[in-house]
Every structure is written in structure tokens, then in C-alpha cells.
């Protein structure tokens, strides 16, 4: 069912319902890369804060060459610049020169060296303190120092606004590409881990799956994990608990039905003692024929149950037995015959071929010949025939009733088969649960039942039921 | 014709009582094993008709002593059980027929008829319907009183069928009465057989059920069967 369900709707409807494999992968890929962006900031803020402003030895190696050149202005620029360039060698980005700190120096307040590219305006608030600041319509980040031991100011700056966030990320790529190159690596080896890991889970969605809707047997599955052992283990619990239900709902209806044959009994023979009696009026007579004719129904319909029971017990075991068609036909139209002698109707068996055999159920198979052919001489017309015809077709054993009765209606030949169901200008008397045990045991044997007009011009019923033949 | 009805329920047990009284025979109706034990060993009877769930214990336990301690008087069953199994259960015990309840009076009365005439086999061995007699120690077979002269295959035949008057009997288990083990395929052994005998008892007794097999009404059948 839930098979034809998937395969009506649309492909991408598929992809987007929730499975456990694609959950598992969504975790773990999602864990792996929060873990990876924590990582990465990590590294991020430390690339920002620490490697460059925390560089003592940078200022210090600035701060004395400003100072120690001081008298020497010329020699003193060209220094600084030297040591510029070393900087942005040691802490810059080869690639990105923008990015690379800038050095700005100071003696007695006065601009004494300024990299390229820096606005000689930048000024920290306080010394030694990293700031960020807004100079000439962009922000930088810029931390000054003061020399101990005179006025000279070092600042160290970089350029701080979004441009240069993703140009850090660019250049500290080397965080960021492993994680980007191995999420798809990782998805492949996660998902056949967690396919591979769900297998036994699957192995019994799967049996669950394919049994069939009547089919209380214990799983065949065993669970050896943990996960799975409670699982399995409340699924056979539960399947043990209805099967027991079911058989005692069963063998409540037969005993039932097995204690109304014994008080039926009793009224059916005190009513034909007395009708034996000679002294009884035709009016007495016409009742008590009414009496037994009750009595006849609710024997049927204890009987009826008892097939229904048993056949229904015997979908638990399954057709089980080698049965040769043509003898079981022989033995029940023998023991049948007697019924249709009494209604003046002529049982005849037609067989074109001897020992074809079915995989069947002995009981069930009984119950349903009894009930074709006991409907079949309940319509029959008085000195009627009731034809059975067993024939083999290909690899089917065909077996056909057919009588010469009223028939039934094209349109009612489906509701038949429901239980209690009786045709509405019912003259005789029935449970209403013949078709419906035929039909439950011809599907239980993997077989057909059709509905048709008998052969012969008449509207007689012609039942055709066919069953696989047994292997070999 | 003394009966010996074992049944626990008053009104059916009533019943069955009244209406074998009407036909004519004389019942003794107890309704414990305690009480049918007794009976059976205080007289004779000439059948025993059981019922299984006895309040004093199993019909069946009462059914397999009566046949250890070689009680041949016939038995017929009467059940509301009616599974193949029951049915071969009762009958593997000892019984010599069995009933599943409710049952017609008139096919209660033929069983006990049949298997009463088969018990007085024992010292006589006839069987006789509607002026036909088999006498099976002798072999011979009489119509009207007239000898009729039969093979030893169609004695059989008619043997079986009278032996089980008003039943069935299949083509199966006649061939086999013919050809024991062998296979009868593709012939019509049985048919010729049954066509002599009708030629030598004359048409009336046996029964054809088309495809089923043969029978031999104790009543006259209304209709006539087609051969």
C-alpha cells in the first residue's frame, strides 16, 4: 500500500520527507561545521587582536631607531622605512599589501615618518590601547606607544572596515579550505556509514513490511543491538498478544457455536417426534414445518461459524498439504449427495483429469466445496443438476459449479462475498457466510473466484474457482 | 431392538428417547459413564448411542474400554463436534459411526437401523433392502427370493454397497474394492461391473451419483436415476 503511495507522487516529493539516514547526515555535518566555525573565528580574532598589537618587539624595534637616528633625519627616514617594509614582510600579506600595517612615528608631537597610504591625521586617544578609528571616511585599527625614555610615538595600523574581513578570510584561506574541501568528502563516508549502520533497522522495517495483514507469526529477524532488541522484542509481544486474542476470540465463537448444536439438536428432535405424531392437524403441521425450517437456518449458520473459525485457524498454519482435487471433490459430493437427494436434485461430477493436485488446506478446501455445492442445491429447481467440472488449465486446477437455479444479478455478484450479505429477494434460508468463507479460503490457496451464468441457455449460477497447482 | 442412549442433556436426551420409543424400539437413557458402565454390563443391548462430553468424563474413554474388554455392541457417536479430526478421533476409538448433532430423526433412525442389522451380522450376516438379500457368510445373493448367481468382484461390490446402505460410496474406494493398490486410470472396469450387476439384481437398487459414485437407497427413490 504505502509502496503504491510513494510511487504516485511527484520524484521531488520523495526527496523532501524526512529519513532518519538524511537526519543523521544533517546532524553531523551541521555539528562538523559549527565546530569548524568556532575554529575559525577563533583563529580569526586572534589573527586580528594578537599578532599584530601585541608585537612588542616590532614597536620596540621602531621606537629605537626613531629614537637613535633622531639627529639624523635622513638616515632616520630611511631606516623607518626599511623597518616598514621588514613589518609588513613579518606580519602583512604579500598578496594584499593594503592590509599590512602601517607605521606612523612621532618626536615632539611632529610627524617624523608615515607609511604610504596612511592619513597623517590618525590619532589614538590613549597610548596603549588598541582603538579603532574613523579617519578620512574609513576605519582603521591602530594602537600607539610611547618610548619610555623619550617623546617619540610609534602607531601601528591597519586598514579595519568589511573589505578587510574578507580579505583576511582570503588570506587566512588556509583555515577555511579543508573544511570546505572535506564537507562533501565527509558527506560520502558519513552517509555510507549510517546506511551501513542502519541495516538491521532496515532489515526489519523490511519483513514488518512485507508481511501480510493476517500473518501473527514472531518476527523471523534477530536483533542482536541493543537499539533494536526492544523493538523487535515489544513487535513480537504485541503479535503474540493478538494472535492469542485471536485464537481465543476463535475458540470462544466455536465453543459457542459447538454448545448451540447440542439445545438446537434437542428442539429439532422433540419437533419431529412430534411431528411423527398422527393426531396433528395440517394447521399444527404447517407451523411445525415453519419450526424446523428455523431450526434448519440456525444450523447452518452454527455450521457456517465453525468454517469460518476453522478456516481462519487455518490461515495461521497456511495450505500445508499435498491434496489431490479430484478425490476430496469425490468424497464431499458423496457425503452432499445425500442433502441434494432429499431436495430431489441430482449431483453429478465431471473430473477430465485425475490426481491434480494443490497446496492446500484440507479443512479449508472442505468448507469451501461444501459451500459451493450446498448453494448450488439450495437454488436448485426441484429435479435439478448441479454440474461440478474439475479441469486442469495450464498450471491451474479449474473447478466449476454450476446449477440451474434463478442466478444472481450481474450487479450483486460482488457483494456476495460480504459477510451476512444475502441477496434481497431471498426465498430460502442461509447464514448470509457461504461466499464469504469460499472467498477467504480460495485467496488464503493463492486462487481466483469468478462469478458467472452457467452453460445452457438457463440463468443458473456457475462458480469458477481456480487454484495453482502444486509444484512437482 | 434395545438401545442404550448416554446423554447428559435433559431435553435432547428426552427427545431421542421419545421419538426411538415411537419407532418401536426400547431405550435404556442414563446419563453418567458411572451409570452407562453398569448398564452395559448388567444386559445386553444391541447399539450404544454416545455422546462425548459426558459430566462425569470423556464419552471416548467409556467408547475404548468397551472395546478393550471386546464389547463388540455397535457404536454411533453423537457429537457436536464435526472437524475431520473429531470425526477420525471418535471413529479410530471404536466407534462404528458418528453423528454430529443436530441431526434428522430419519437419519439418526437409518444409522441405527444399519448399524443394529450390521451387528446382528455377527451370528447372521444378512442384509436385506427392499426384497433383496445379501447373506454374506454363504455369499449369496437373492432377489424376490430368487437366486441370483454373481462373480466374485460383484459380490463385492454389492457387499460394500448394502453393508452402507444410503451413503455414497465412491468410485474411488469401489475401484480400489476391484483392483486393490492398483491404479484403474483411463477405464471403465467399475462401470462394467456395475452394469452386470444391475442386469443380474435388476435396474432400481443401485444409484448412480455422476462422477461421484454408487449408492443403494432403502427407500424407493422418487426419481430414477439416469445410467
Same mark, same amino acid.
Given at each position: 500500500?504505502?509502496?503504491?503511495?510513494?510511487?504516485?507522487?511527484?520524484?521531488?516529493?520523495?526527496?523532501?520527507?524526512?529519513?532518519? %539516514?538524511?537526519?543523521?547526515?544533517?546532524?553531523?555535518?551541521?555539528?562538523?561545521?559549527?565546530?569548524?566555525?568556532?575554529?575559525?573565528?577563533?583563529?580569526?580574532?586572534?589573527?586580528?587582536?594578537?599578532?599584530?598589537?601585541?608585537?612588542?618587539?616590532?614597536?620596540?624595534?621602531?621606537?629605537?631607531?626613531?629614537?637613535?637616528?633622531?639627529?639624523?633625519?635622513?638616515?632616520?627616514?630611511?631606516?623607518?622605512?626599511?623597518?616598514?617594509?621588514?613589518?609588513?614582510?613579518?606580519? *602583512?600579506?604579500?598578496?594584499?599589501?593594503?592590509?599590512?600595517?602601517?607605521?606612523?612615528?612621532?618626536?615632539? *608631537?611632529?610627524?617624523?615618518?608615515?607609511?604610504?597610504?596612511?592619513?597623517?591625521?590618525?590619532? #589614538?586617544?590613549?597610548?596603549?590601547?588598541?582603538?579603532?578609528?574613523?579617519?578620512?571616511?574609513?576605519?582603521?585599527?591602530?594602537?600607539?606607544?610611547?618610548?619610555?625614555?623619550?617623546?617619540?610615538?610609534?602607531?601601528?595600523?591597519?586598514?579595519?572596515?568589511?573589505?578587510?574581513?574578507?580579505?583576511?578570510?582570503?588570506?587566512?584561506?588556509?583555515?577555511?579550505?579543508?573544511? /570546505?574541501?572535506?564537507?562533501?568528502?565527509?558527506?560520502?563516508?558519513?552517509?555510507?556509514?549510517?546506511? =551501513?549502520?542502519?541495516?538491521?533497522?532496515?532489515?526489519?522495517?523490511?519483513?514488518?513490511?512485507?508481511?501480510?495483514?493476517?500473518?501473527?507469526t514472531p518476527l523471523g529477524f534477530e536483533a542482536r543491538h541493543a537499539e533494536l532488541r526492544p523493538l523487535v522484542e515489544s513487535v513480537n509481544a504485541l503479535m503474540q498478544r493478538l494472535s492469542e486474542s485471536a485464537a481465543r476470540e476463535r475458540n470462544?465463537?466455536?465453543?459457542?457455536?459447538?454448545?448451540?448444536?447440542?439445545?438446537?439438536?434437542?428442539?429439532?428432535? #422433540?419437533?419431529?417426534?412430534?411431528?411423527?405424531?398422527?393426531?396433528?392437524?395440517?394447521?399444527?403441521?404447517?407451523?411445525?414445518?415453519?419450526?424446523?425450517?428455523?431450526?434448519?437456518?440456525?444450523?447452518?449458520?452454527?455450521?457456517?461459524?465453525?468454517?469460518?473459525?476453522?478456516?481462519?485457524?487455518?490461515?495461521?498454519?497456511?495450505?500445508?498439504?499435498?491434496?489431490?482435487?479430484?478425490?476430496?471433490?469425490?468424497?464431499? =459430493?458423496?457425503?452432499?449427495?445425500?442433502?441434494?437427494?432429499?431436495?430431489?436434485?441430482?449431483?453429478?461430477?465431471?473430473?477430465?483429469?485425475?490426481?491434480?493436485?494443490?497446496?492446500?488446506?484440507?479443512?479449508?478446501?472442505?468448507?469451501?466445496?461444501?459451500?459451493?455445492?450446498?448453494?448450488?442445491?439450495?437454488?436448485?429447481?426441484?429435479?435439478?443438476?448441479?454440474?461440478?467440472?474439475?479441469?486442469?488449465?495450464?498450471?491451474?486446477?479449474?473447478?466449476?459449479?454450476?446449477?440451474?437455479?434463478?442466478? /444472481?444479478?450481474?450487479?450483486?455478484?460482488?457483494?456476495?462475498f460480504d459477510r451476512f450479505f444475502r441477496t434481497p429477494d431471498q426465498l430460502q434460508t442461509g447464514s448470509g457466510l457461504g461466499l464469504a468463507i469460499v472467498k477467504s479460503v480460495v485467496e488464503k490457496h493463492g486462487g481466483q473466484i469468478a462469478l458467472?451464468?452457467?452453460?445452457?441457455? *438457463?440463468?443458473?449460477?456457475? %462458480?469458477?474457482?481456480?487454484?495453482?497447482?502444486?509444484?512437482? | 431392538?434395545?438401545?442404550?442412549?448416554?446423554?447428559?442433556?435433559?431435553?435432547?436426551? #428426552?427427545? /431421542?428417547?421419545?421419538?426411538?420409543?415411537?419407532?418401536?424400539?426400547?431405550?435404556?437413557?442414563?446419563?453418567?459413564?458411572?451409570?452407562?458402565?453398569?448398564?452395559?454390563?448388567?444386559?445386553?443391548?444391541?447399539?450404544?448411542?454416545?455422546?462425548?462430553?459426558?459430566?462425569?468424563?470423556?464419552?471416548?474413554?467409556?467408547?475404548?474400554?468397551?472395546?478393550?474388554?471386546?464389547?463388540?455392541?455397535?457404536?454411533?457417536?453423537?457429537?457436536?463436534?464435526?472437524?475431520?479430526?473429531?470425526?477420525?478421533?471418535?471413529?479410530?476409538?471404536?466407534?462404528?459411526?458418528?453423528?454430529?448433532?443436530?441431526?434428522?430423526?430419519?437419519?439418526?433412525?437409518?444409522?441405527?437401523?444399519?448399524?443394529?442389522?450390521?451387528?446382528?451380522?455377527?451370528?447372521?450376516?444378512?442384509?436385506?433392502?427392499?426384497?433383496?438379500?445379501?447373506?454374506?457368510?454363504?455369499?449369496?445373493?437373492?432377489?424376490?427370493?430368487?437366486?441370483?448367481?454373481?462373480?466374485?468382484?460383484?459380490?463385492?461390490?454389492?457387499?460394500?454397497?448394502?453393508?452402507?446402505?444410503?451413503?455414497?460410496?465412491?468410485?474411488?474406494?469401489?475401484?480400489?474394492?476391484?483392483?486393490?493398490?492398483?491404479? %484403474?486410470?483411463?477405464?471403465?472396469? =467399475?462401470?462394467?461391473? /456395475?452394469?452386470?450387476?444391475?442386469?443380474?439384481?435388476?435396474?432400481?437398487?443401485?444409484?448412480?451419483?455422476?462422477?461421484?459414485?454408487?449408492?443403494?437407497?432403502?427407500?424407493?427413490?422418487?426419481?430414477?436415476?439416469?445410467?
Amino acid at each position: 500500500m504505502s509502496a503504491a503511495v510513494a510511487a504516485r507522487e511527484p520524484r521531488w516529493k520523495r526527496w523532501t520527507r524526512p529519513t532518519l %539516514v538524511r537526519r543523521l547526515l544533517l546532524g553531523q555535518v551541521a555539528t562538523l561545521a559549527l565546530l569548524w566555525s568556532v575554529l575559525v573565528g577563533l583563529f580569526l580574532v586572534e589573527a586580528f587582536n594578537q599578532d599584530l598589537y601585541g608585537a612588542t618587539d616590532a614597536y620596540d624595534a621602531v621606537l629605537s631607531v626613531a629614537e637613535n637616528l633622531a639627529d639624523r633625519p635622513t638616515l632616520q627616514h630611511a631606516s623607518l622605512q626599511a623597518l616598514d617594509v621588514a613589518l609588513r614582510e613579518a606580519y *602583512g600579506d604579500k598578496n594584499e599589501p593594503a592590509m599590512a600595517p602601517s607605521v606612523l612615528v612621532w618626536q615632539a *608631537g611632529r610627524l617624523v615618518y608615515k607609511s604610504d597610504g596612511v592619513p597623517d591625521t590618525i590619532r #589614538n586617544s590613549r597610548l596603549d590601547t588598541l582603538e579603532r578609528l574613523f579617519v578620512e571616511g574609513r576605519y582603521w585599527r591602530a594602537s600607539t606607544r610611547q618610548s619610555p625614555l623619550s617623546d617619540t610615538r610609534v602607531a601601528l595600523v591597519t586598514p579595519s572596515d568589511r573589505k578587510q574581513l574578507i580579505v583576511t578570510f582570503n588570506s587566512r584561506g588556509y583555515y577555511l579550505m579543508p573544511l /570546505i574541501i572535506s564537507i562533501p568528502f565527509l558527506l560520502l563516508p558519513a552517509w555510507l556509514s549510517i546506511r =551501513l549502520a542502519l541495516r538491521p533497522w532496515r532489515e526489519v522495517s523490511t519483513e514488518i513490511a512485507a508481511r501480510g495483514p493476517k500473518d501473527l507469526t514472531p518476527l523471523g529477524f534477530e536483533a542482536r543491538h541493543a537499539e533494536l532488541r526492544p523493538l523487535v522484542e515489544s513487535v513480537n509481544a504485541l503479535m503474540q498478544r493478538l494472535s492469542e486474542s485471536a485464537a481465543r476470540e476463535r475458540n470462544f465463537i466455536a465453543d459457542a457455536a459447538h454448545e448451540l448444536r447440542t439445545p438446537i439438536a434437542a428442539i429439532r428432535i #422433540n419437533v419431529e417426534a412430534l411431528q411423527a405424531q398422527h393426531r396433528l392437524t395440517e394447521h399444527q403441521g404447517e407451523l411445525l414445518s415453519g419450526v424446523l425450517r428455523s431450526i434448519d437456518r440456525a444450523t447452518r449458520l452454527v455450521g457456517q461459524l465453525l468454517r469460518l473459525m476453522r478456516s481462519s485457524a487455518d490461515m495461521d498454519v497456511g495450505p500445508n498439504e499435498k491434496l489431490a482435487l479430484d478425490e476430496l471433490l469425490q468424497d464431499r =459430493l458423496a457425503t452432499l449427495s445425500g442433502l441434494a437427494q432429499a431436495r430431489g436434485v441430482e449431483l453429478e461430477l465431471v473430473t477430465t483429469e485425475r490426481d491434480l493436485r494443490v497446496l492446500g488446506a484440507r479443512e479449508g478446501l472442505t468448507s469451501m466445496v461444501d459451500n459451493l455445492v450446498e448453494n448450488a442445491t439450495k437454488y436448485s429447481p426441484p429435479a435439478g443438476v448441479v454440474t461440478v467440472r474439475l479441469a486442469r488449465e495450464a498450471d491451474q486446477a479449474v473447478l466449476t459449479v454450476s446449477d440451474q437455479g434463478p442466478g /444472481i444479478d450481474a450487479a450483486l455478484r460482488e457483494r456476495v462475498f460480504d459477510r451476512f450479505f444475502r441477496t434481497p429477494d431471498q426465498l430460502q434460508t442461509g447464514s448470509g457466510l457461504g461466499l464469504a468463507i469460499v472467498k477467504s479460503v480460495v485467496e488464503k490457496h493463492g486462487g481466483q473466484i469468478a462469478l458467472g451464468v452457467a452453460e445452457g441457455g *438457463g440463468s443458473g449460477l456457475q %462458480v469458477t474457482v481456480r487454484l495453482p497447482l502444486a509444484q512437482g | 431392538m434395545k438401545i442404550l442412549l448416554v446423554e447428559d442433556d435433559l431435553d435432547l436426551g #428426552n427427545g /431421542i428417547r421419545v421419538a426411538l420409543r415411537d419407532e418401536d424400539m426400547e431405550v435404556v437413557w442414563v446419563r453418567r459413564i458411572e451409570e452407562a458402565t453398569r448398564a452395559l454390563q448388567s444386559g445386553t443391548c444391541d447399539l450404544v448411542l454416545l455422546d462425548l462430553g459426558l459430566p462425569d468424563g470423556d464419552g471416548l474413554g467409556l467408547l475404548m474400554q468397551m472395546r478393550r474388554e471386546r464389547h463388540k455392541t455397535p457404536v454411533l457417536i453423537l457429537s457436536a463436534r464435526d472437524a475431520l479430526d473429531d470425526r477420525l478421533n471418535g471413529l479410530d476409538s471404536g466407534a462404528d459411526d458418528y453423528l454430529v448433532k443436530p441431526f434428522v430423526l430419519a437419519e439418526l433412525l437409518s444409522r441405527v437401523r444399519a448399524l443394529v442389522r450390521r451387528s446382528y451380522g455377527f451370528d447372521d450376516g444378512t442384509v436385506e433392502v427392499r426384497g433383496l438379500t445379501l447373506h454374506e457368510p454363504t455369499r449369496r445373493v437373492r432377489v424376490r427370493s430368487a437366486p441370483v448367481a454373481l462373480s466374485r468382484s460383484e459380490f463385492e461390490l454389492l457387499s460394500l454397497l448394502m453393508r452402507r446402505v444410503d451413503r455414497v460410496i465412491t468410485r474411488r474406494v469401489l475401484e480400489e474394492q476391484l483392483v486393490p493398490g492398483g491404479m %484403474v486410470n483411463e477405464s471403465n472396469v =467399475l462401470e462394467v461391473h /456395475i452394469s452386470n450387476l444391475r442386469r443380474k439384481i435388476g435396474d432400481g437398487y443401485i444409484r448412480t451419483v455422476r462422477g461421484v459414485g454408487y449408492v443403494i437407497d432403502q427407500a424407493e427413490q422418487p426419481l430414477t436415476a439416469r445410467p
